[in-house]
Protein backbone atom coordinates (compact mmCIF):
# COMPACT_ATOMS: atom_id res chain seq x y z
CA UNK A 1 0.00 0.00 0.00
CA UNK A 2 0.91 3.64 -0.39
CA UNK A 3 3.24 5.26 2.60
CA UNK A 4 0.79 7.36 5.03
CA UNK A 5 2.63 8.84 7.97
CA UNK A 6 1.68 10.11 11.21
CA UNK A 7 3.21 10.73 14.60
CA UNK A 8 1.47 8.78 17.49
CA UNK A 9 0.81 11.20 20.47
CA UNK A 10 0.06 14.36 20.58
CA UNK A 11 -0.64 16.48 23.87
CA UNK A 12 -2.05 20.23 24.58
CA UNK A 13 -4.18 22.12 26.98
CA UNK A 14 -7.20 22.98 26.75
CA UNK A 15 -8.03 25.85 25.03
CA UNK A 16 -4.32 25.55 22.95
CA UNK A 17 -4.37 25.16 19.38
CA UNK A 18 -3.60 21.86 18.42
CA UNK A 19 -1.87 20.50 14.85
CA UNK A 20 -1.69 17.05 13.48
CA UNK A 21 0.56 16.37 10.37
CA UNK A 22 0.59 13.86 8.09
CA UNK A 23 2.52 13.42 5.29
CA UNK A 24 2.06 10.91 2.04
CA UNK A 25 3.89 9.55 -0.62
CA UNK A 26 1.80 8.99 -3.50
CA UNK A 27 1.09 12.35 -5.79
CA UNK A 28 -1.55 11.45 -7.62
CA UNK A 29 -3.32 11.37 -4.34
CA UNK A 30 -6.87 12.83 -5.21
CA UNK A 31 -8.83 13.43 -1.90
CA UNK A 32 -7.22 13.23 1.68
CA UNK A 33 -9.35 13.19 4.54
CA UNK A 34 -9.12 13.47 8.19
CA UNK A 35 -11.04 10.75 10.72
CA UNK A 36 -11.84 10.76 14.52
CA UNK A 37 -12.07 7.81 16.34
CA UNK A 38 -13.30 7.86 20.38
CA UNK A 39 -12.22 5.09 22.56
CA UNK A 40 -13.60 1.36 21.12
CA UNK A 41 -15.39 3.28 18.42
CA UNK A 42 -15.43 3.23 14.73
CA UNK A 43 -14.07 6.08 12.38
CA UNK A 44 -16.16 9.23 11.93
CA UNK A 45 -15.23 11.91 9.00
CA UNK A 46 -14.00 15.13 10.07
CA UNK A 47 -13.16 16.85 6.99
CA UNK A 48 -11.40 15.87 4.22
CA UNK A 49 -9.68 17.98 0.69
CA UNK A 50 -9.67 18.02 -2.56
CA UNK A 51 -5.98 17.70 -3.90
CA UNK A 52 -6.30 20.97 -5.78
CA UNK A 53 -7.04 23.40 -2.77
CA UNK A 54 -4.65 24.32 0.07
CA UNK A 55 -6.78 24.91 2.63
CA UNK A 56 -10.19 24.38 4.15
CA UNK A 57 -11.99 25.68 7.16
CA UNK A 58 -14.56 24.50 8.79
CA UNK A 59 -15.25 25.93 11.94
CA UNK A 60 -12.58 25.31 14.69
CA UNK A 61 -10.81 23.24 11.85
CA UNK A 62 -8.36 24.06 9.72
CA UNK A 63 -7.15 21.75 6.82
CA UNK A 64 -3.36 22.38 5.17
CA UNK A 65 -2.15 20.85 2.53
CA UNK A 66 0.94 21.32 1.19
CA UNK A 67 1.15 19.29 -2.07
CA UNK A 68 4.33 19.69 -3.21
CA UNK A 69 5.65 18.38 -0.16
CA UNK A 70 2.76 15.94 0.41
CA UNK A 71 2.46 17.30 3.67
CA UNK A 72 -1.32 17.73 4.82
CA UNK A 73 -2.23 18.81 8.90
CA UNK A 74 -5.35 19.28 10.92
CA UNK A 75 -5.42 22.09 12.92
CA UNK A 76 -8.10 22.55 16.06
CA UNK A 77 -8.56 25.71 17.64
CA UNK A 78 -9.45 26.30 21.16
CA UNK A 79 -8.82 22.46 21.82
CA UNK A 80 -11.21 21.09 24.51
CA UNK A 81 -11.20 17.89 26.34
CA UNK A 82 -13.98 16.28 24.11
CA UNK A 83 -11.10 16.33 21.44
CA UNK A 84 -9.41 13.83 22.98
CA UNK A 85 -9.20 10.97 20.53
CA UNK A 86 -7.28 9.18 17.57
CA UNK A 87 -7.21 10.75 14.63
CA UNK A 88 -6.19 9.67 11.29
CA UNK A 89 -5.41 10.90 7.90
CA UNK A 90 -6.44 8.93 4.87
CA UNK A 91 -5.67 9.42 0.88
CA UNK A 92 -7.54 7.96 -1.82
CA UNK A 93 -5.97 7.87 -5.24
CA UNK A 94 -9.08 6.74 -6.95
CA UNK A 95 -10.14 3.63 -8.34
CA UNK A 96 -11.90 2.34 -4.45
CA UNK A 97 -9.47 2.70 -2.69
CA UNK A 98 -7.91 4.18 0.92
CA UNK A 99 -4.59 4.37 2.89
CA UNK A 100 -4.46 5.54 6.35
CA UNK A 101 -1.92 6.78 8.64
CA UNK A 102 -1.00 4.78 11.88
CA UNK A 103 -3.37 7.91 13.74
CA UNK A 104 -1.90 10.35 16.26
CA UNK A 105 -3.79 10.05 19.75
CA UNK A 106 -4.22 13.94 20.91
CA UNK A 107 -4.60 14.01 24.65
CA UNK A 108 -6.20 17.60 25.72
CA UNK A 109 -4.59 18.51 29.13
CA UNK A 110 -7.24 20.20 31.31
CA UNK B 1 -31.30 5.85 7.59
CA UNK B 2 -28.47 4.44 5.95
CA UNK B 3 -25.17 3.02 7.42
CA UNK B 4 -22.92 0.22 7.59
CA UNK B 5 -23.16 -2.21 10.19
CA UNK B 6 -20.71 -4.19 12.08
CA UNK B 7 -21.74 -7.31 14.56
CA UNK B 8 -21.53 -8.87 16.97
CA UNK B 9 -19.31 -6.16 19.29
CA UNK B 10 -17.72 -8.63 21.22
CA UNK B 11 -17.12 -11.99 20.23
CA UNK B 12 -14.42 -14.34 22.08
CA UNK B 13 -13.29 -17.35 20.38
CA UNK B 14 -11.64 -20.29 21.56
CA UNK B 15 -8.10 -21.63 20.24
CA UNK B 16 -8.22 -23.37 17.12
CA UNK B 17 -12.05 -22.45 16.44
CA UNK B 18 -13.08 -20.29 13.22
CA UNK B 19 -15.03 -17.19 13.81
CA UNK B 20 -17.14 -14.93 11.33
CA UNK B 21 -17.59 -11.05 11.78
CA UNK B 22 -20.55 -9.74 10.14
CA UNK B 23 -20.34 -6.69 8.02
CA UNK B 24 -23.48 -5.02 5.97
CA UNK B 25 -24.24 -1.59 4.54
CA UNK B 26 -27.16 -0.20 2.32
CA UNK B 27 -25.15 2.99 0.89
CA UNK B 28 -25.47 1.44 -2.10
CA UNK B 29 -21.12 1.60 -2.07
CA UNK B 30 -19.10 -0.87 -4.35
CA UNK B 31 -15.93 -0.90 -2.46
CA UNK B 32 -15.91 -2.16 1.00
CA UNK B 33 -13.02 -2.69 3.38
CA UNK B 34 -11.60 -4.60 6.52
CA UNK B 35 -8.94 -3.40 8.74
CA UNK B 36 -7.33 -4.80 11.73
CA UNK B 37 -6.38 -2.39 14.71
CA UNK B 38 -4.35 -3.23 17.57
CA UNK B 39 -4.38 -1.29 20.89
CA UNK B 40 -2.21 1.95 20.37
CA UNK B 41 -1.65 1.34 16.62
CA UNK B 42 -3.26 2.59 13.34
CA UNK B 43 -5.30 0.72 11.13
CA UNK B 44 -3.91 -2.48 9.02
CA UNK B 45 -5.79 -3.52 5.65
CA UNK B 46 -6.84 -7.52 5.55
CA UNK B 47 -8.80 -7.66 2.69
CA UNK B 48 -11.01 -5.36 0.55
CA UNK B 49 -13.56 -5.66 -2.90
CA UNK B 50 -14.17 -3.26 -5.08
CA UNK B 51 -17.16 -4.50 -7.05
CA UNK B 52 -19.06 -8.12 -6.51
CA UNK B 53 -17.59 -11.39 -6.05
CA UNK B 54 -14.06 -10.27 -6.20
CA UNK B 55 -11.88 -9.36 -3.45
CA UNK B 56 -8.10 -8.65 -3.11
CA UNK B 57 -5.69 -9.76 -0.22
CA UNK B 58 -4.49 -5.85 1.66
CA UNK B 59 -1.09 -6.15 3.98
CA UNK B 60 -2.27 -8.73 6.08
CA UNK B 61 -4.30 -11.22 4.47
CA UNK B 62 -2.62 -14.46 6.11
CA UNK B 63 -4.84 -16.20 8.46
CA UNK B 64 -8.14 -14.27 7.07
CA UNK B 65 -10.66 -15.09 4.13
CA UNK B 66 -13.62 -12.82 2.78
CA UNK B 67 -16.24 -13.38 0.84
CA UNK B 68 -18.50 -10.85 -1.33
CA UNK B 69 -21.92 -12.71 -3.05
CA UNK B 70 -23.71 -9.53 -2.14
CA UNK B 71 -22.93 -5.88 -3.15
CA UNK B 72 -24.23 -5.07 0.91
CA UNK B 73 -22.53 -7.73 2.53
CA UNK B 74 -18.56 -8.59 3.21
CA UNK B 75 -18.21 -10.85 5.92
CA UNK B 76 -15.27 -11.95 7.66
CA UNK B 77 -13.81 -15.17 8.72
CA UNK B 78 -10.86 -15.46 11.21
CA UNK B 79 -9.47 -18.91 10.52
CA UNK B 80 -7.45 -21.13 13.15
CA UNK B 81 -4.56 -19.88 11.19
CA UNK B 82 -4.24 -16.43 12.32
CA UNK B 83 -2.37 -17.05 15.42
CA UNK B 84 -2.70 -13.71 16.62
CA UNK B 85 -6.23 -12.39 16.48
CA UNK B 86 -7.27 -10.78 19.35
CA UNK B 87 -7.88 -6.99 17.84
CA UNK B 88 -10.34 -4.74 17.03
CA UNK B 89 -11.79 -5.00 13.65
CA UNK B 90 -13.22 -2.29 11.58
CA UNK B 91 -14.97 -2.70 8.39
CA UNK B 92 -15.67 0.17 5.75
CA UNK B 93 -17.41 1.02 2.71
CA UNK B 94 -17.11 3.69 -0.06
CA UNK B 95 -17.98 4.38 -3.76
CA UNK B 96 -15.05 6.51 -5.81
CA UNK B 97 -13.29 9.10 -4.56
CA UNK B 98 -15.85 9.38 -1.70
CA UNK B 99 -15.40 9.30 2.20
CA UNK B 100 -15.14 5.98 3.60
CA UNK B 101 -17.87 5.08 5.95
CA UNK B 102 -17.04 2.59 9.19
CA UNK B 103 -18.84 0.34 10.96
CA UNK B 104 -18.68 0.35 15.09
CA UNK B 105 -16.28 -2.33 15.25
CA UNK B 106 -16.29 -5.81 16.71
CA UNK B 107 -13.77 -6.48 19.66
CA UNK B 108 -12.86 -10.24 19.25
CA UNK B 109 -10.63 -11.74 22.05
CA UNK B 110 -9.50 -15.41 21.89
CA UNK B 111 -9.67 -16.86 25.61
Known amino acids: GEDVEQSLFLSVREGDSSVINCTYT??????LYWYKQEPGAGLQLLTY?????DMKQDQRLTVLLNKKDKHLSLRIADTQTGDSAIYFCAESTGANNLFFGTGTRLTVIP | DGGITQSPKYLFRKEGQNVTLSCEQNLNHDAMYWYRQDPGQGLRLIYY???????QKGDIAEGYSVSREKKESFPLTVTSAQKNPTAFYLC??????????FGQGTRLTVV
Open chain 2, 92 to 101: ASNTGLTEAF
Open chain 1, 26 to 31: DSSSTY
Open chain 2, 49 to 55: SQIVNDF
Open chain 1, 49 to 53: IFSNM
